[in-house]
C-alpha cells in the first residue's frame, strides 16, 4: 500500500484519537485495563510507520479531561502504565530519533507522572525525527478558555489592545503553538465524533474514521487513512475550479 502513497502530499501533522481499548479487552473476556496494556504496540507501530512516511508530528489523544472521571482504578491503572511506558519506550525513541512533547493541563497529573514524562521530553528535545505529542488531561474547551484567560489578563495589564486580537494571536496561545494544525484527524473504534479535541486546530482538518479498536491498529491502517486523505480535495472554502486553477 506504501507504494500507492504520494510521497509530495503527505500530511504535516496527523492527530489521533486512540478509543476502543475497553471493548477490544471486553470481546476477549478481559478488565478495561487489557486494552489500555495491549496499546502500547498500536503506539509503536503507528509511529515508525508515520516516521517512514514522512510524517512530522503525531498528536495522540492520550488522556482527556473527561477521563478523570472513569472509576479510579482505571484511572489509577492507566497512569501507571503512561509512567511505565515513559521509562521503558525512552531507549527506543532515542534509537529512532523520537522527540516527545505534550499538551494539557499537565500539573493535574500526578507527581511522578510529570517528573517521568519531563525526563522523557528533556531527554529527546534534540531528537529531529517524527514529533510525538502526547495529548494528556486535555480538552479542546480548556485549552480556549486558558488562551482566553492569557489573553484577557495581557489586555488588562496593557500589554495587548483588543484590537490585537485576532486569529492568529488567539493561536499564539494555543498549547499547540510551536506546530501547524492537523491536516488529517484519525478516530479508531467507529465512533463519529472528536470528543472536544483540539477544537480551535481542527476547522479545516480531513476527518478519518475506521471501526478498527486501538489495540488492532497497525502501519496498514495509517497508510490506508493517508491514503485516503490523499484522495480529498482541500478547498478551504475556495471552488474546486480555483484550487485547480
Do not use: C
Amino acid at each position: 500500500m506504501k507504494e500507492s502513497i504520494d510521497s509530495t502530499k503527505i500530511p504535516q501533522h496527523v492527530a489521533i484519537i486512540m478509543d476502543g481499548n475497553g471493548r477490544w479487552a471486553q470481546k476477549k473476556g478481559a478488565m478495561r485495563v487489557f486494552g489500555h496494556k495491549h496499546a502500547l504496540a498500536a503506539v509503536r507501530d503507528t509511529i515508525e510507520a508515520a516516521d517512514d512516511l514522512g510524517i512530522k508530528v503525531v498528536t495522540l489523544y492520550a488522556f482527556s479531561t473527561e477521563n478523570w472521571s472513569r472509576p479510579a482504578d482505571e484511572v489509577s491503572a492507566l497512569m501507571e502504565i503512561m509512567i511505565n511506558s515513559f521509562i521503558s519506550e525512552l531507549p527506543r525513541m532515542l534509537q529512532n530519533n523520537v522527540r516527545l512533547t505534550a499538551i494539557g493541563d499537565i500539573d493535574s497529573l500526578p507527581r511522578g507522572m510529570q517528573e517521568n514524562l519531563a525526563n522523557t521530553v528533556e531527554k529527546t528535545k534534540n531528537n529531529t525525527g517524527v514529533r510525538v505529542n502526547l495529548a494528556l488531561s486535555y480538552s479542546g474547551r480548556w485549552e480556549i478558555e486558558q488562551a482566553v484567560k492569557n489573553i484577557a489578563k495581557k489586555v488588562v495589564d496593557g500589554q495587548m489592545t483588543v484590537e490585537d486580537i485576532t486569529q492568529e494571536a488567539i493561536a499564539s496561545h494555543l498549547n499547540t503553538n510551536d506546530m501547524p494544525d492537523p491536516e488529517l484527524l484519525i478516530r479508531t473504534s467507529g465512533e463519529l465524533r472528536i470528543s472536544n479535541f483540539l477544537l480551535w486546530q481542527l476547522a479545516y482538518t480531513e476527518l478519518y474514521f475506521t471501526d478498527v479498536l486501538w489495540p488492532d491498529f497497525r502501519r496498514q491502517h495509517l497508510e490506508e487513512a493517508v491514503l485516503d486523505y490523499q484522495k480529498r480535495e482541500r478547498r478551504f472554502g475556495k471552488t474546486g475550479s480555483q484550487i485547480k486553477s
